[in-house]
């Protein structure tokens, strides 16, 4: 069964925007914070952006002012909102559910999506 499902990547010239979307379960989007990640070749996966269930934010502080974390209750789905980008954005971007800000931060789940690739190039 497939929860977490990403969307919305692509070719994006520097200083482009995309919105990236991640559709989840109701089961897994109504109980649990929901969080984007990133892994470029060679760098570990590292947390980009997370909304708590109530709608809190924390962003990573290479991504603060450019990108927005938002969910859409009666859709089941977050999305990462990305402006201002950058060749170093460049990476498979994921979504992922958990119940707790630490689960959160420390970015270790037991299972990952396939993931959305996002290439920033001129």
């Known amino acids: 069964q497939v929860q977490l499902v990403e969307s919305g990547g692509g070719l994006v010239q520097p200083g482009g925007s995309l919105r990236l979307s991640c559709a989840a379960s109701?089961?897994?989007?109504?109980?649990?914070?929901m969080g984007w990640y990133r892994q470029a070749p060679g760098n570990q996966r590292e947390l980009v952006a997370y909304?708590?269930?109530?709608?809190?934010?924390k962003y990573a502080d290479s991504v603060k002012g450019r990108f927005t974390i938002s969910r859409d209750n009666a859709k089941n789905t977050v999305y990462l909102q990305m402006n201002s980008l950058k060749p170093e954005d460049t990476a498979v971007y994921y979504c992922n559910a958990g119940p707790t800000t630490a689960a959160m931060n420390g970015g270790r789940f037991g299972s990952w999506g396939q993931g959305t690739q996002v290439t920033v190039s001129s």
């Open positions: 909304i708590t269930t109530i709608g809190g934010t």
């Open positions: 109701q089961s897994i989007f109504s109980r649990n914070h």
